[in-house]
């Protein structure tokens, strides 16, 4: 099995001020690291194409898609996938990449969006799913705003589908808790696998030949908690969510 991850990475410039002086750092960061492990761990191949690579080189034919059993997001904005370069300071005409996934999944590909502060409607709403080809795919609906909902002190996930294939070889483990979750609600046919309070944390459904799966939380911290992702469940049940993406189970 092969997949795409798009997202997770991010680039800080700071200021530090000593008195009359000042210097500007800059860093840069990768976060998709224990996601890319747990798949890999489970012979999940995975490219990965931080936001910055994603922007550029994320596919624009359908023939590159195709070569991936599913694609995942990630804190990945909406508008990194919609403005290539070559639109943006050149005006070139390029394809509409989010329209693209939506026809991969529509013939059979496997979608997963994971939330974060660019997943879904995200931070400010600067992610913008809900206005893209995505928000079709989804098995869940997006609010028009700002979607975060911050749990500083923790919240753990209700599980109301135990029996769901995703969730094989997870029975009796204890989950982790979160700090904090996209707001979003079940559509109508959608599986609702997991909740937080009366809101999804997990939802599934088929999508005209494909799949698609809804992951509320972040899958790396920080709304995913380092017990999260060292958590012995954790590569099970996103290897589970690419067999079922897939077709396999």
Not at 219 to 235: K, L, N, R, S
Request: charged share 20%.
């Amino acid at each position: 099995m092969k997949v795409l991850l798009a997202g997770e990475s991010w680039s800080i410039l700071s200021i530090h001020t000593k008195g009359f002086d000042h210097v500007n750092l800059g860093r840069y960061h990768e976060a998709g690291g224990p996601l890319i492990e747990a798949l890999r761990s489970k012979g999940v191949e995975v490219d990965y194409l931080p936001n910055d690579q994603a922007q550029l080189s994320f596919p624009s034919e359908m023939k590159e898609l195709k070569q991936y059993d599913a694609v995942i997001f990630s804190d990945v904005g909406s508008n990194s996938l919609l403005l290539h370069p070559k639109t943006q300071f050149e005006c070139v005409r390029m394809p509409n990449r989010l329209e693209l996934v939506k026809s991969y999944v529509e013939q059979g590909g496997g979608f997963l969006m994971c939330g974060g502060y660019m997943s879904y409607s995200g931070i400010e709403g600067r992610a913008r799913y809900g206005m893209t080809p995505i928000a079709d795919i989804l098995p869940v609906k997006l609010l028009t705003y700002d979607d975060r909902v911050e749990k500083p002190q923790g919240i753990f996930p209700t599980i109301t589908d135990e029996k769901h294939p995703v969730l094989a070889g997870l029975a009796g483990m204890e989950w982790p808790d979160f700090l904090g979750y996209n707001k979003l609600s079940l559509k109508a046919g959608a599986q609702l696998i997991g909740q937080f309070g009366e809101d999804v944390f997990m939802a599934a459904w088929d999508f005209g030949e494909g799949r698609a799966f809804a992951f509320a939380s972040d899958c790396v911290p920080h709304w995913g908690t380092p017990e999260f992702t060292q958590w012995a469940g954790y590569p099970v049940l996103f290897s589970n969510i690419m067999k079922w993406l897939a077709k396999e189970i």
